[in-house]
């Protein structure tokens, strides 16, 4: 067992030696505030203090962790061995020319989207706001990184002490905003469709409509049995998240009470793992977002404990707050809507800390890194995600993607089409 010696322990130091030692490293450890019990221990141990003991790993801490409350952080962002690294100790019997714990913590807890920030449209904390995106490691699990440089550290003082080796896992999450492009729209939705093609002059598109209505022609983005032939093709464990909400002018899937889509629901559930696309609406309204918790789950017939938030609006910490309060266990909202990478420095799962109330809470947070969104760049979006995929691979982590199903169309040449999405995942299982 790993002994931490902290001078005084708070709950910023318990949330973030978990994540580290629990979430990531799979290491069981214990605190001790007690200098004598901490010297006499034999086996490996980590001083995590200002000051240097007689044995184990000396890591400086800075302020951050023992501090209460919230206000601006003097973010200095150095290079420690070809990786950034910030709130550094300039202390060298350090076992880091920083303080990995206190960096990880500001990452994780989305500290900097707690302090004033330039909202989009939606309201949204924006990825080139982000202290990753400024300094070039919005690409990298930097969290995770530095847990494997920690493990180095313990393996090469400790060489005896027992540590798992992780897996690297590919989750895939695919969001139905809009079951059908064209079916089961109702009367008042279909006309205005056709209104839409005359206006345009998009005569194909009536004709296409027809066809659809009528049933002798696909819908576009009914693309269901070919998505699920990919994930047994390709041994997936996918998670299908469901738009299922009143319609409004921004939650524009079929109606709740459609048979068809009832029944479309229930097939996908019948091979995948199946969450809440909360609505648009219900961003702001708890009782709403227990509304349409409750519809899913009676069309299930089982508990919903899964979400992702539409649209990715994350307000710190009322959106994750208003999950709690609702029961939910695990939410997939954390990443950015127009850039791929990771938006809390981590891949993997965590349980989201209330910098508000400082306090660890159940909620578990799991982190995508890539979705079908094309940035203005010099690489493709193919070889974006290559790159994401191999900074996953080096640390044996978890890469979660998001695609929505509106994309998955057949048409070979679709920017991020079933063809495309399917190379995706040839290269991420390689």
Partial sequence: MLLIYTPKLCNRIK???????SDILDVEYAFTENTEEYLAYEGPAINYSTTTLEKGIFFHSENLLHERGIGGQEIVVIDDEGN????????HVSAMPFDPFAAAFYLITRYEEYLPYVKDEHGRFQAKDSLAFKNGFLHKPIVNIWAQ??????LKQFPGMKM???RFQ????IDINAAYAMRSKGLVRTIGGYLK?????DFGGMLQRTKVIMGTHPDPIDTYKDQLELQKKYDLKTIYFILFADYGHNDKNISVNSRRFQVLIKSLADYCKVGLHSSFSSIRDPDLLQIELNRLSKVLNREISKIRQHFLVLNMPVTYRNMVNLDISDDYSMGYVNH?????GISNAFNFYDLDLDVETKLRIHPFAILDVDIQSDISPMEQFRQIRDEVKKVNATLISMWSNDALIKNPGAPFGLTFYEKMIQMILT
């Avoid at 949330?15 to 030692?21: G, L």
């Avoid at 590919?170 to 999450?173: C, L, M, Q, Y």
């Avoid at 791929?340 to 809390?344: C, I, L, N, T, V």
């Fill in 15 to 21: 949330y973030i030696f978990k994540v580290f030692f």
């Fill in 84 to 91: 950034p690294a910030f709130f550094p100790v300039y202390d």
């Fill in 149 to 154: 440089q920690i493990k180095s550290l313990l």
């Fill in 164 to 166: 798992p080796e992780q």
């Fill in 170 to 173: 590919f989750i895939p999450s």
């Fill in 197 to 201: 093609s005359v206006g345009d002059l």
């Fill in 340 to 344: 791929p990478g990771f938006r809390a």
